[in-house]
């Protein structure tokens, strides 16, 4: 088992920035790749960015957040990061961080293993 905590979530201005923590704990030797995805009311839960755990670390983005948002990982901390810049109110939403064990398809929640509970973010205009 893999237990994820996100921090970081809040309050902002449209234009102002956030960064969100996801630190990871239990059996982090199985994680291949983390992510992070939200969900605003009234939709369906997407994709924001993820990267890969082990070699490389090569980061992926959704189209929506490419040039804004930036995903880092911190290995020794088990512990990965949303940098949030140039924040819309279009990016309000619940935060969640998940784990993968699998190569591919990171873009598919589906195929994430462990989730955690959730940050809030709210953009005013």
């Known amino acids: 088992q893999v237990q994820l905590v996100e921090s970081g979530g809040g309050l902002v201005q449209a234009g102002g920035s956030l960064r969100l923590s996801c630190a990871a704990s239990g059996r982090t030797r199985t994680a291949y790749a983390m992510g992070w995805f939200r969900q605003s009311p009234g939709k369906e839960r997407e994709f924001v960015a993820a990267?890969?755990?082990?070699?490389?670390?090569?980061?992926y983005y959704s189209d929506s957040v490419k040039g804004r948002f930036t995903i880092s990982r911190d290995n020794a901390k088990n512990t990965v990061y949303l940098q949030m810049n140039s924040l819309k109110p279009e990016d309000t939403a619940v935060y969640y961080c998940?784990?993968?064990?699998?190569?591919?398809?990171?873009?598919?929640?589906?195929?994430?293993?462990?989730w955690g509970q959730g940050t809030q973010v709210t953009v005013s205009s």
């Open positions: 990267i890969k755990i082990v070699s490389a670390g090569t980061p």
């Open positions: 998940a784990v993968k064990t699998k190569i591919g398809g990171y873009g598919l929640q589906t195929l994430y293993d462990y």
